[in-house]
């Protein structure tokens, strides 16, 4: 069976970090690109950073770019998203995800919500100012 759980959410001041990781099971993370992604009460889950299955490619949201870094272990079968200089406006609860369609992530057409099928349930950060 599939799970994908998200952990090491928190809450944080205003330009402090947190590092959440994306556990897998049931399946390989190394064939998949993986994707994190945000959700704010009343909006839309945007796009945040995503990371090939093998081939070292990354993609971020412009948002994030420069602060948040996405990185794997396919031999733990982990992701993980280093968040630095956290900002007010990052709280959400952020998720992980994998499309079983795709291999890379080079662009943010590949980090398309609705092309990931593998979700965890979340993990909520909040940004104190």
């Known amino acids: 069976q599939v799970h994908v759980v998200e952990s090491g959410g928190g809450s944080v001041q205003s330009g402090g970090s947190l590092r959440l990781s994306c556990a897998a099971s049931g399946f390989f993370l190394e064939y998949y690109a993986i994707g994190w992604f945000r959700q704010t009460p009343g909006k839309e889950r945007e796009a945040v950073a995503c990371?090939?299955?093998?081939?070292?490619?990354?993609t971020y949201a412009e948002s994030v770019k420069g602060r948040f870094t996405v990185s794997r272990d396919n031999a733990k079968n982990t992701a993980w998203l280093q968040m630095d200089s956290l900002k007010s406006e990052d709280t959400a609860t952020y998720y992980c995800a994998a499309n079983t369609l795709r291999t890379s992530c080079r662009n943010l057409n590949h980090l398309v919500v609705h092309e990931y099928n593998y979700w965890g349930q979340g993990t909520r950060v909040t940004v104190s100012s």
């Open positions: 990371t090939g299955a093998k081939d070292g490619s990354t």
